[in-house]
Nanobody
Framework: VQLQASGGGLVQPGGSLRLSCAAS????????IGWFRQAPGKEREWVPC????????YHADSVKGRFTVSRDNAKDTVYLQMNSLNREDTAVYYC???????WGTGCWKHGILYEYWGQGTLVTVSS
């Protein structure tokens, strides 16, 4: 499967963005999806993940209550709605797909468990 992340850009503190991760080459519902980010000079950080069905999501504490992951398997797309953005959210955001037989509940915060990665989209939070 190939993943294409999009939707990044420049936003003011307190603003919102919605990232999309579109799949091609295979149907997205075979995969759990994770979002990760990497800020300049920092290690890659897990953000949220979502199970194949979309019925279970997990969010990192740093974004809980501000970011929401969702998916539309009919459109082979996963979304990351980001609200109340602050400067610490500035990073390149990546989506990643991991095969799993767990339809309902499985996704992971460890990047090594994801087999396929998109190219990343840059989010810059600045006034």
């Amino acid at each position: 499967v190939q993943l294409q992340a999009s939707g990044g850009g420049l936003v003011q503190p307190g603003g919102s963005l919605r990232l999309s991760c579109a799949a091609s080459g295979n149907t997205l519902d075979y995969y759990a999806i994770g979002w990760f980010r990497q800020a300049p000079g920092k290690e890659r950080e897990w953000v949220p993940c979502i199970s194949r069905s979309g019925g279970r999501t997990y969010h990192a504490d740093s974004v809980k209550g501000r970011f929401t992951v969702s998916r539309d398997n009919a459109k082979d797309t996963v979304y990351l709605q980001m609200n109340s953005l602050n400067r610490e959210d500035t990073a390149v955001y990546y989506c990643a797909a991991g095969s799993t037989t767990d339809w309902g509940t499985g996704c992971w915060k460890h990047g090594i468990l994801y087999e396929y990665w998109g190219q990343g989209t840059l989010v810059t939070v600045s006034s």
